[in-house]
């Protein structure tokens, strides 16, 4: 199975680089347009969010839109585990493990408050299980949470279907700039 997961990210690598920058920020604009009429994303006061890295859907501006409405939490590192800080502008970032800005601050542990969480991966399938970077962090921290989930990613990082176990947490919707896939 490793083998697999290795072989969709570096397909999904060598693709993204047929991409400009301008492309990928492009098409990351319109799936946040997307999301913007998304019920549940309108409807809820914290969402998790991510800060994007120069490979992923770009939240940057999103992030500073949605903090202006709603508490958006952002992940942090923290050792072996992620953990969530409240995002409280630009200012409040610093580069952090991996070279991943990431928010100051307390931690954030009243999990059951969050109304949705905004989740990148390498790779989506149709049925909602996700390719992340290999390291787990991701994986670990949502099985903690028990809110609506939502993978984000570029149309060409959709997968036929993601070799998954028990250790990998399933999206309740997928996004892309066409469109989403709901699992349900």
């Known amino acids: 199975m490793m083998e697999e997961k290795k072989d969709i990210r570096k397909r999904i690598a060598e693709t993204k680089k047929q991409y400009t920058d301008e492309q990928l920020r492009t098409l990351s604009s319109d799936i ?6 998304n019920v549940v994303l309108k409807c809820s006061k914290t969402v998790l969010l991510y ?3 120069p490979d992923e859907v770009y939240t940057h501006d999103w992030v ?3 903090s202006k409405e709603k ?4 992940p942090v590192v923290n050792g072996e585990e992620l953990e ?6 630009k200012e409040s970032m610093q580069k952090g493990d991996f070279n991943i800005d990431e928010p100051v601050g307390e931690v954030f542990d009243d999990l059951i408050s969050i109304d ?9 399938d149709r049925h ?3 390719l992340g970077r290999g390291k787990g962090y991701y994986d670990r921290f949502l099985k903690k949470l028990n809110t609506f989930k939502i993978g984000v990613c570029f149309g060409f990082q959709l997968s036929d279907e993601i070799p998954h176990d028990e250790y990998d947490v399933v999206m309740d919707e997928v ?10």
């Open 32 to 37: 946040v347009k997307r999301l913007e009429d």
């Open 51 to 53: 800060y994007s890295m």
């Open 64 to 66: 500073e839109q949605l």
């Open 71 to 74: 508490t958006v939490l952002l």
């Open 84 to 89: 969530l800080k409240i995002y409280s502008g």
């Open 116 to 124: 949705a969480a905004i989740i990148p991966g390498v790779s989506f």
């Open 128 to 130: 909602g299980n996700r």
């Open 175 to 184: 996004w892309t700039e066409e469109g989403y896939i709901s699992k349900k």
